[in-house]
């Protein structure tokens, strides 16, 4: 089955570490995104792949990083840069907007 | 500056009445607008969406109104289910004509469907 693949499903860091989330897709979807996640704020875009090699900062990237060496994948590093890094943090990916998001099923990350 | 806003954190309805959610956007260039939903610890799953050509668009017990002229769409669940209770968000597009993928989301509503 086509799908969005997260890993892991819980991520503990401590201070001072930097941490890598998985995100794999086979959808074939061209564009790939990082959303995250905190009570009563929504979704927040950190980072956007419209395709391989090319990345955009959404609006709260300070702290991440991101590649997009293949397709399929779209790796999202939080550094220790970023001061409030506990929160819970979804992939996505899509052909195009009119076809909206197919999401993963996320990952939660807690710095300890 | 919030484009897309759900101005109701929360609401509780009885099982079998009507649920109501409510977005409003402020971007004229939003052209398609879209409901997910989203369980705890899950990823949010597409629910239905509607083209700004429409005013409404209807799929099972889930039906989304889009008022243009007030920037404003709802959607309806009838009748509402316990396993409804999720949290909903609102989301938007823009044609930009840049191969822009974008969508914005609101902040969401969390519904409760009481038993």
């Known amino acids: 089955d086509g799908g969005i693949t997260q890993s892991p499903k819980y991520l503990f860091r401590k201070e001072g570490q930097n941490v890598t989330l998985s995100c794999e897709q086979n959808l074939n979807h061209d564009a790939m995104y990082w959303y995250r996640q905190d009570p009563g704020q929504g979704l927040r875009l950190i980072y956007y792949s419209q395709i391989v090699n090319d990345f955009q900062k959404g609006d709260i990237a300070e702290g991440y990083s991101v590649s997009r060496e293949k397709k399929e994948s779209f790796p999202l590093t939080v550094t220790s840069a970023q001061k409030n890094p506990t929160a819970f943090y979804l992939c996505?990916?899509?052909?195009?907007?009119?076809?909206?998001?197919?999401f993963g099923s996320g990952t939660r990350l807690t710095v300890v | 500056d919030q484009q897309v806003k759900q101005n109701s954190p929360s609401l509780s309805v009885q099982e079998g009445r009507i649920s109501i959610l409510n977005c409003d956007y402020t971007n004229s260039m939003f052209d398609y607008f879209l409901w997910y939903k989203k369980y705890p610890a899950e990823g949010p799953t597409f629910l239905i969406s509607?083209?700004?050509?429409?005013d409404k668009n209807e799929d099972g017990r889930f039906t989304v109104f889009l008022n243009k002229s007030a920037k404003h769409l709802s959607l309806h669940i009838v009748p509402s289910q316990p396993g409804d209770s999720a949290v909903y968000f609102c989301a938007a597009s823009a044609n930009s004509g840049a191969g822009s993928y974008q969508l914005t989301f609101g902040k969401g509503t969390k519904l409760s469907v009481i038993p």
């Open positions: 996505a990916s899509s052909i195009g907007s009119r076809y909206g998001y197919t």
């Open positions: 509607i083209s700004s050509i429409k």
